[in-house]
């Protein structure tokens, strides 16, 4: 099979997995809403937004590998509304209701952190049942935050606006009872701490949906709703005109710029179906990075290309915005690429410009020779330089992620704004394949201390049993099911995802690191 | 010797005036109303001279600020072009009687062909053949059937066809009504109707000494609403003796009155028995005159100024080849030829600055001129010289299909639809041709490309002026769930058209055609194998743009439905609209009153014509906010029936 041939294999089972989210609950739940009258998450996220303009969904198979649909019965992502670049977040009341789940409440942090990182205004579109009762242990304690993320954006001055379309009761009632702007849609939402039973139990009032909780109701009495909207078309036209009014200043356009050297569609090309075959990085700069042009004389000006030559540091642009790009080559990290790494790092944040990891390591690399030459100190120089690094980095995980590689090119747990997977890509501790090797070395050193046979045969079982299970689990859809990227994008996307996350981190500014942890020596 | 010149008139023929005293080094003097201040034939002129307001009586019917005009202006002579104070005699006289040379005839001549009754006799008298007249009493059913015209009206105004004896005397109390509203005159006459009747007119030259000269005939039998529409010269199928009979009558017509000047005679011409009839004399140069022009060779123009110097009349070349002029006017034809007003945002005819020998373009606006209520909405005339009919015909279409005409609906579709049309083409006209051809007005099929253009050229649009996500594709979805949706209005259909597209990384998609490249200004798509390019041109606000779409399949304007619509502007159904900008002159309800479905509301006047808003369905009228006297813009909501 071919690289390309592997390549469009993966892309049709991420398309096929993505229609699941946009299926949500199914054909039958789906026509019951829009026999209602009532749109589709993706529906009102469409009139939401500009005409023509771009969407990045994030997170859309959130709950990938649970019992949970896939998509977490909320879409989130980054739209143009008004003009202005906004995270917005849609529950999906095809799926059980919009009943939020352990993965919802993730997909909803991870949002608001993109919005707050980003200082970007959210919209919220909100039709949900609440939790899902059979997981609320899990969502009770730590979905608290949800409300606490709303009214710290406020206080951020980072606009929080709640178009409610339909149930937002109880604990839900107070993400618009957080929110800076609050719409209604009549007679469909229903915004209300206790419904008529709970009411019943608790007091013994008799009451009603509409009086409880009614949008008529929010807009005229308690003054819960800002704004009572005819229709769920009219509730998004006001949104509109909330964004429209927040005063966001239109930046300059970036320079111009010219695309691409070499054609994006052979990216499909690059990556070795097998990942031991390491491929070239400057194959991926040059199908994502701008062409040379107008003021870039040069696509990408390598920097220090004759030491550590396993990883490529350079000086590129994207959409005519300067970008530092660190590239795995050769898979493995030595010492010249940790220290060539940390100092290209503080060049970036010296200049103020944003950082692109591209991944494609096994590690560090590991031997006496290696040990005793300092890989430990370089690397720990490596994940200090990117730890405190206070410009906005961008991650795309091309192939190979393993063991600290993955936190030496800032892994997810580095926070990069934005973290972005290729369906060729595998991320864990170790390949899969290693990691039993271990287990068998580890199991049968132990039945030898303790005098015992080691049965290799029965061992095998186990062995296989791991290596496939370690296999599953660093594929990208199971990795992203976890929340542990923004999503598994096209190779030909690239540019584009890391085009529109450029113009997204625009909304905030940053100044490059004056200091960083110790770095040994 | 003329040196200034003062052009009495507006638009295009003061243009038209204007070219030829360039062209003889005579000096030019415009007069505009405050509408007009801003049309090209202002700025062509050497001086220009405001007359304060709009109203033609207020402006252009005002003799005695003209004349003001040409005293501060320092003109020494006065062309009134046609229409306005053209065939007034007083205003000839006053010119005269102030020392100024009137660029027309003798303020008698005026006067003895300006009463349709009076002319009639003294025709007969001179021999030319006129048509029996009748009255309500003497009428009888094997007159019929019958045309009441205004004396004084012209132009078609107040003629009405009678085919029933007993509708005679309430046509002849509607005529007399508004021809007493339209010219102050409400005399009104009734003759024979000649069905399937042509207009053949003679151009003649007279020296105001008895001299006269014929320049031709002109056929302007294509009419609509008794307005020309198409005129060509020489008059087809006419046989060289009934050609020269006519010319010999119109000779005769104008050295009865020892006619000076340019000069009309209109025949109604019966092909099927040859015989042709006085209808009147237009004592000034006519809208057509530029077919004859081209035929003959000969500037009339400049005859006129000639004449009016005291020159003898000219030796007219022999006609060569054929002409053919097409007026193009601001005017919905579907819609029973409303006049259209605001600005013609685009307004392109191939040749109309001569870089296409053979066709003329005389035009009294230009790209973003605003084309006001206030007077006739003639755009242009487009005339085509060719060696023959059949050749000047299809030259005209080709050219008129070119023409980018964008703001206002024009009759365009329905000339060049008449000029390809068989019967024309033959020669087989009428003044009934276009009533005969109802054909002719349903356009041709609309093309679905042209929404798909419109579409993706909103949306290369879009992204130009979107100041965040520069280099991301129009679009673009990582995760795809549903096509984009472009709605536009088509006019006349009662459905926007929805088109569906997608964007992304390969650029756009839509169902049933290939994009083959899309800009903010022209798109090519390709369709079962052909491939077409469209011309889009976006003018208005974003949301509810208007999009013009040309391309060799013709021209489509759409107007984009807007993504929302604020319910606080929702019209209230039962509310009547006003069609047009205007003034309510009558209201025949009150407030409170019952209606029935049918019944007449209020009555609009708009352009000089009335129309009667009536109410949609039976019901009560609940809101009624405007009085005699209202402006309303188009589309304000008169009154509201509330259905019972």
């Known amino acids: ?521 | 010797m003329i040196n200034r010149l003062l052009v009495a008139n507006r638009a295009e023929i003061a243009s038209r005036v204007f070219r030829t005293c360039r062209a003889l080094g005579i000096e030019t003097v415009a007069v505009h109303s405050d509408a007009d201040a801003d049309l090209p034939y202002v700025a062509e002129a050497d001086a220009a001279v405001r007359l304060p307001g709009n109203a033609p009586g207020e402006t252009y019917l005002r003799a005695d600020l003209v004349l003001e005009a040409a005293r501060a202006a320092g003109a020494d002579a006065i062309h009134p072009g046609y229409g306005f104070l053209s065939e007034n005699a007083d205003f000839a006289r006053a010119v005269e009687d102030a020392g100024l040379t009137w660029v027309g005839p003798a303020p008698a001549s005026i006067e003895q062909m300006g009463s349709k009754i009076e002319s009639k006799k003294l025709m007969e008298a001179a021999g030319v053949p006129v048509l029996t007249d009748h009255t309500v009493e003497t009428a009888s059913e094997a007159d019929l059937p019958l045309i009441v015209k205004a004396s004084a009206g012209g132009g078609g105004r107040g003629m009405r066809i009678v085919r029933t004896l007993a509708d005679l005397p309430g046509e002849v109390a509607k005529a007399t009504a508004e021809a007493e509203s339209a010219f102050g005159d409400g005399t009104v006459f009734v003759e024979t109707y000649v069905e399937r009747g042509r207009h053949v007119e003679v151009q003649v030259l007279g020296d105001g000494r008895g001299g006269a000269v014929a320049v031709g005939e002109r056929d302007c039998s294509l009419q609509r609403r008794h307005q020309k529409v198409v005129e060509e010269s020489p008059a087809p199928g006419l046989r060289p003796e009934v050609a020269s009979a006519m010319h010999e009558a119109a000779v005769a017509a104008a050295t009865a009155i020892d006619y000076r000047g340019a000069g009309t005679v209109e025949f109604l011409y019966d092909p099927a028995t040859e015989r042709f009839f006085f209808l009147e004399m237009n004592t000034r140069l006519q809208v057509e005159h530029p077919v004859t022009e081209l035929v003959h060779g000969l500037d009339l123009v400049e005859q006129q100024l000639a004449i009016a110097e005291g020159h003898g009349l000219p030796a007219v070349p022999p006609a060569q080849g054929h002409a053919i002029e097409v007026r193009l006017y601001a005017e919905d034809p579907a819609a029973d030829y409303q006049p259209q007003s605001g600005p013609l945002t685009r307004f392109e005819i191939p040749g109309a600055h001569g870089e296409e020998p053979g066709v003329r373009v005389d035009a009294g606006f230009a790209s973003g001129s605003v084309v006001s209520t206030h007077y006739d909405a003639m755009l242009a005339k487009v005339v085509v010289h060719a060696a023959t009919r059949e050749a000047a015909a299809r030259r005209l279409a080709g050219v008129l299909s070119r023409a980018r005409l964008h703001g206002l609906v024009t009759n365009r579709d329905l000339l060049v639809a008449a000029l390809r049309d068989p019967d024309f083409v033959a020669g087989r006209v009428s003044t009934g041709f276009l009533a005969e051809h109802p054909d002719l007005f349903a356009g041709a099929e609309t093309d679905p490309g042209a929404p798909v253009a419109a579409a993706l050229a909103l949306a290369e649009r879009a992204r130009a002026e979107r100041t965040v996500q520069h280099g991301a594709p129009v679009a673009w979805r990582n995760v795809v769930s549903a096509p984009q949706r472009t709605e536009l209005e088509v006019p006349g259909a009662d459905e926007p058209v929805v088109v569906r597209w997608w964007g992304g990384r390969d650029g756009y998609s839509v169902e049933g055609c290939s994009v083959l490249s899309a800009s903010a200004t022209t798109v090519t798509l390709e369709r079962d194998g052909v491939r077409t390019t469209y011309d889009v041109a976006v003018s208005g606000p974003t949301h509810r743009a208007v999009v013009d779409v040309d391309s060799p399949r013709g021209h489509l304007r759409l107007v984009r439905v807007p993504r929302f619509t604020d319910p606080a502007d929702a019209v209230a159904s039962g509310s009547l609209l006003a069609p047009m900008p205007g003034s309510v002159v009558k209201v025949l309800v009150a407030q409170g009153d019952e209606v029935s479905a049918g019944d007449p509301v209020l009555v609009l006047e708009a352009m000089k014509m009335q129309h009667t808003v009536s109410a949609p369905t039976d019901g009560v009228v609940v809101t009624l906010d405007v009085r005699p006297g209202s402006q309303v813009a188009a589309g304000e909501v008169l009154a509201v029936v509330e259905e019972k």
């Open chain 1, 1 to 521: 099979m071919s690289n390309r041939e592997a390549m469009l294999e993966k892309l049709s089972s991420l398309a096929e997995d993505q229609a699941k989210a946009v299926a949500g609950g199914g054909e039958r739940s789906v026509a019951r809403h829009h026999q209602r009258g009532k749109l589709l998450p993706r529906e009102r996220i469409e009139l939401l937004v500009d005409e023509g303009s771009a969407f990045l969904e994030l997170s859309p198979l959130a709950g990938w590998g649970s019992d949970f649909t896939v998509g977490a019965s909320v879409v989130t992502g980054i739209g143009v509304v008004e003009g202005v670049e906004c995270v917005i977040t849609a529950n999906d009341p095809t799926v059980k209701g919009g009943a939020s789940n352990p993965w919802t409440v993730k997909k909803i942090f991870r949002a608001a952190q993109i919005a707050e990182e980003n200082g970007l205004p959210t919209v919220s579109l909100v039709e949900s049942g609440g939790a899902d009762l059979p997981t609320q242990k899990e969502i009770f304690i730590p979905g608290g935050r949800l409300f606490r993320d709303l009214t710290r954006a406020s206080a951020r001055k980072q606009t929080t606006v709640a178009l409610v379309f339909g149930n937002s009761t109880a604990g839900g009632a107070y993400v618009p009872g957080m929110s800076d702007y609050t719409v209604m849609v009549k007679e469909q939402a229903k915004v209300f701490l206790g419904g008529p039973p709970l009411v019943k139990m608790a007091t013994g009032e008799e009451s009603d949906d509409e009086s409880l909780g009614g949008a008529e109701m929010h807009a005229r009495t308690s003054g819960l709703a800002d704004y009572l909207a005819e229709d769920e078309r009219d509730a998004i036209r006001i949104g509109r005109r909330i964004v429209a009014r927040l005063g966001r200043r239109p930046r300059p356009a970036p320079a111009a710029y010219a695309e691409p050297d070499a054609d994006p569609e052979e990216l499909l090309d690059l990556v070795p179906a097998d990942l031991k075959e390491p491929f070239d990085p400057r194959e991926v700069i040059a199908r994502i990075c701008d062409g040379v042009g107008p003021g870039n004389a040069v696509a990408f000006d390598e920097f220090k290309p004759l030491y550590g030559t396993s990883l490529v540091t350079g000086w590129a642009r994207l959409h005519g915005r300067p970008i530092g790009v660190l590239a795995n080559a050769q898979g493995v990290l030595f010492s010249q690429e940790a220290q060539k790494a940390a100092q290209f790092v503080q060049l970036a944040n010296q200049s103020d410009t944003p950082l692109l990891f591209l991944h494609n390591t096994t590690g560090y690399m590991v031997g006496k020779e290696y040990e005793q030459g300092g890989i430990i100190k370089h690397g720990a120089m490596m994940i200090n330089a990117i730890s405190n690094s206070s410009v906005p980095h961008l991650t795309v995980v091309l192939g190979a992620s393993y063991g600290a590689g993955n936190y030496g090119m800032n892994g997810r747990a580095y926070d990069p704004r934005f973290l972005f997977t290729w369906p060729s890509a595998k991320s864990a501790v170790m390949g899969p394949a290693q990691l039993a090797g271990v287990l068998e070395i580890v199991a049968q050193q132990s039945a030898e201390s303790k005098g015992e046979v080691f049965d290799a045969e029965g061992f095998a079982a186990v062995k296989q049993m791991v290596e496939a299970s370690v296999e599953e689990q660093s594929l990208p859809h199971f990795l992203s099911g976890m929340l542990y990227d923004d999503g598994v994008i096209d190779p030909r996307d690239t540019r584009t995802v890391l085009g529109i996350c450029l113009s997204v981190i625009e909304n905030q500014p940053w100044t490059g690191a004056a200091g960083y942890g110790v770095f040994r020596m």
